[in-house]
Structure formats: structure tokens, C-alpha cells
């Protein structure tokens, strides 16, 4: 499974500065990374709303289970904290967030990780 591709629905926006040059036109860098944020936007979005990726109870499980070496330890430097991520469950017809939490070592050992199901009230 490709996992990058479920880090997030749009893309990070540049850092580089200045965003334009002294005659006024957008830096390379800066043009590609709105080219990429409209592309995800178009992808995403629908007359009906934001669309979230869609995964199989299979592809949801591999995530989750990346994340278990981790419980009882802190969250190792460029493992993301995928907190807040939302999928929609193509087995279960199910939409799921990503939920790690922690407790109140310092630093912060993770309790818990994994996909919680959303209830619409």
C-alpha cells in the first residue's frame, strides 16, 4: 500500500521567500505549490463536499498497525502524528478518524493509536 498517499488531502504550501520577485511575478516554487494545492482541491472537493480517501478495513488495519511499536514510548522524530486524519471505510460503510493519544510523561508516551468511528448525532 502506497501510505504517503493517505498522509493528508492537500499539500503543504511552500516556505521559500519572497513568494514574488521585484517585478511582480510569483517565484517557480511558489507557482508549483498553488499548481498542487488546485490540483488537491479539484480532487477533493465535489459539489456534494470534501471528498476523504476511500480505503478497504485492509488498508485502514496496515495504518494502524504501523503505529503499534510506538504505544508505551514516545512518538520517534519523522513518524507523523497522523491525529485528525479521516477515511472513509469501503468495508464497512464507515467513515474513520485517526486518533493517538497520550499521557502526561515527559515526553509524552502514547497511550493509544488508532482508527476511531465517527458517530453523527
Given amino acids: 500500500m502506497d501510505y504517503e498517499r493517505y498522509i493528508g488531502l492537500f499539500p503543504d504550501m511552500p516556505r521559500a521567500s519572497p ?7 510569483m517565484n517557480h516554487i511558489w507557482l508549483l505549490g498553488l499548481s ?11 459539489p456534494t463536499g470534501i471528498m476523504v480517501p476511500r480505503l478497504t478495513q485492509a488498508d485502514i488495519d496496515i495504518i494502524e498497525a504501523s503505529y503499534a511499536p510506538y504505544i508505551g514510548a514516545p512518538l520517534p522524530i519523522g513518524v507523523d502524528d497522523i491525529s485528525g486524519q479521516l477515511v472513509f471505510d469501503l468495508t464497512n460503510s464507515v467513515s474513520k478518524q485517526f486518533v493517538i493519544t497520550y499521557d502526561v510523561s515527559t515526553p509524552f508516551d ?10 453523527y448525532v
Fill in 19 to 25: 513568494a514574488v520577485d521585484a517585478d511582480g511575478n
Fill in 36 to 46: 498542487n494545492l488546485f490540483q488537491a482541491l479539484q480532487v477533493n472537493f465535489k
Fill in 110 to 119: 502514547i497511550l493509544t493509536a488508532g482508527w476511531r468511528t465517527l458517530q
